[in-house]
């Protein structure tokens, strides 16, 4: 298969192959579920040709009863939606790309966040059907897609820890906001754990193994650990980073765009907020002086708990320039830290500093 | 029942009537749990006297079978034990009031944080025994010590969600380290709900009542809520304040002390770090120059989920003034703010800002 797989015309395309893209700010609001053809891309190696009928999930390892389930088993299981905001934790990764380079990472902007109601069985269930032994503490997965690193090919993988894996809210999903998963999202089958890293809502995903470690795939052994400021390439001892899973509070502005032009009166200000692991956004305040003064912005109800939140705020603002800020809060009194330095890490990753968008007034 | 209530004889009282008292640093890391006699003590007002054969637990509103347990029918339940550090959400206030003052709240230093051996019932048994109805969606809690408020005189509450009421952590306590409960934290029963804030671990316990609303109590409803910085006692809207929870993410460093003239050369730097709601710490970083440059502490293992971690830095520091700062990041990738303007809100809560230790060598 090839791009653009059916994405909207509008998409961001950061890479074409892999095909790793996302929706332009404009277009990020378009509604609080993101139509599929905009919904963010992010894949290490080209979309696999499944053959619905021969695909089996794997289910093995620390289990009582090894599974191998076709679809049409997989689809006896109670079947179960979440709507789930997924975000890539190189999302932003731009801003601190603008610090300082960071070669063979994609320069994301803000576009590697996108929501989705999800259907399919609770992964519990599957679980529960498996029988985990006591020595199960993750499941690791593996999805059908390849990549290459350091000349070694081999298939996407990771892991949750088992009481993740176990949490209703993460599901095995063949349907995507009432359709079935597109391939490039999936198809047949995907993982979806909401409120942590998009990384670990593998796709494709065709095995699935308990174990007493997590799993010793390149993107769970090597990337997607997060490192000190003062680490770098050359002087990295990897087990010093720490394991992404859930995703720190985050807020982003969608509008107005960074160096826009605008006339000089009411000016609607409106972005996104996320909280990360199933807590709540307790309240976004944007600043138009680059973050001296602060007023509490206007936020969207919370209709999903795994969702993200619209937030918007009408600012008069005079002639000339000014940056606008935002920051959010989590329901645990968490905030975004001011600045791009205290989040700097070599990898890119994670970057939840306040979002700054300079405009021109008048 | 009179102060001291057999605490240390190093104990800083920062208030006597009601008692408010807690550990200096030299003894916050006397051991992994807070010997008792060190254990901080925030209360709102008289220790109560109780009489242990009368005393009943109601247990009320939303639920099938209302309860009055006596302590008799509470140890009929599965024992429980959970190893919890509480901290009130005013901890390290006394850095906030140093920025502007804060009228009628304590100026708590680093000393409302500790940790101990909880021993008693799960609320989840004793709330199944009840069987919430449909409308149960949280937790009222009310202590038998009362306080007064504006001319009122009302009994200390508040109330925690009862997702979280359900979790396994929350315990019905009646021993800590081994021992009966002391009345000064709370016997004959106290509730302990790790990882929120002190204020809902209620004491002297003697009324749950399930219910689709918060608690209307005034510790729920007026105080215990965070404000923007903005805010001031004079241009308040209660309603806009968020009712605090679980705890952010948070670090202290225990010794040298501020002030403290050391000799030049090995500096042992030691402290505390704590994640809140049942994140992990994932680092602890030290900074000797304010901030500017940091190292990754030695962290303690993870013995307790529920529990602070003890991290420590040797440092190589040449004579004159430097600026100990420490930070702490939970497995969410997510830290403290640089600045105690960020966490500024006029009642002074959850100040998880970069703790900065001032010390002179050489």
């Known amino acids: 298969m090839t791009p653009p797989y059916g994405k909207h015309p509008a998409t961001l395309v950061r890479q074409e192959r892999p095909f790793n893209a996302g929706p332009p700010p404009e277009?990020?609001?378009?509604?609080?579920?993101?139509?599929?053809?905009?919904?963010?891309?992010?894949?290490?190696?080209?979309?696999?040709?499944?053959?619905?009928?021969?695909?089996?999930?794997?289910?093995?390892?620390?289990?009582?009863?090894?599974?191998?389930?076709s679809l049409a088993d997989l689809a006896r299981f109670p079947r179960r939606e979440v709507t789930a905001t997924l975000q890539c934790a190189g999302n932003r990764r731009q801003e601190l790309v603008e610090r300082k380079p960071i070669p063979n990472e994609l320069p994301w902007g803000l576009e590697a966040v996108s929501t989705a109601r999800w259907s399919g069985v609770a992964l519990a269930d599957v679980l529960a059907a498996a029988g985990p032994t006591g020595e199960a503490r993750h499941a690791a997965l593996a999805g059908l897609d390849e990549t290459e690193?350091?000349?070694?090919?081999?298939?996407?993988?990771?892991?949750?820890?088992l009481d993740k894996?176990?949490?209703?809210?993460?599901?095995?999903?063949?349907?995507?906001?009432?359709?079935?998963?597109?391939?490039?999202?999936g198809a047949p089958l995907r993982l979806v754990v909401p409120g942590w890293i998009g990384a670990r809502s593998v796709k494709w995903l065709a095995s699935i193994r308990l174990q007493a470690e997590?799993?010793?795939?390149?993107?769970?052994?090597?990337?997607?650990?997060l490192f000190p400021a003062h680490v770098d390439a050359g002087n990295v001892v990897w087990e010093e980073g720490a394991m992404l899973g859930e995703?720190?509070?985050?807020?982003?502005?969608?509008?107005?765009?960074?160096?826009?032009?605008?006339?000089?009166?009411?000016?609607?200000v409106?972005?996104?907020?996320?909280?990360?692991?199933?807590?709540?956004?307790?309240?976004?305040?944007?600043?138009?002086?680059g973050g001296r003064t602060w007023r509490v912005a206007r936020l969207g109800e919370r209709r999903e708990r795994w969702a993200w939140?619209?937030?918007?705020?009408k600012l008069?603002?005079?002639?000339?320039?000014?940056?606008?800020?935002?920051?959010?809060w989590d329901d645990a009194a968490q905030s975004q830290p001011a600045d791009l330095e205290q989040v700097w890490n070599f990898k890119g990753y994670m970057n939840n500093a306040w979002h700054r968008v300079a405009v021109e007034v008048g």
Do not use: C, K
């Open 27 to 69: 277009r990020m609001r378009a509604d609080f579920l993101t139509p599929t053809g905009d919904f963010f891309v992010r894949n290490h190696g080209d979309v696999p040709e499944v053959d619905a009928e021969a695909f089996r999930l794997e289910v093995a390892g620390a289990v009582e009863r090894p599974l191998a389930l």
């Open 149 to 161: 690193r350091h000349g070694h090919r081999f298939h996407f993988g990771g892991s949750i820890p």
């Open 165 to 185: 894996a176990l949490a209703p809210e993460v599901l095995l999903a063949t349907g995507m906001n009432g359709a079935p998963l597109p391939p490039v999202h």
């Open 214 to 225: 997590p799993s010793d795939n390149y993107f769970q052994r090597v990337a997607y650990r």
């Open 247 to 268: 995703l720190p509070v985050n807020s982003i502005v969608t509008a107005p765009r960074a160096g826009a032009r605008l006339p000089a009166g009411d000016v609607r």
């Open 270 to 289: 409106e972005g996104l907020a996320l909280a990360g692991g199933g807590r709540d956004v307790a309240r976004v305040e944007v600043s138009a002086d």
């Open 309 to 313: 939140r619209f937030w918007e705020l």
């Open 316 to 328: 008069e603002l005079p002639a000339g320039r000014h940056e606008l800020v935002v920051r959010a």
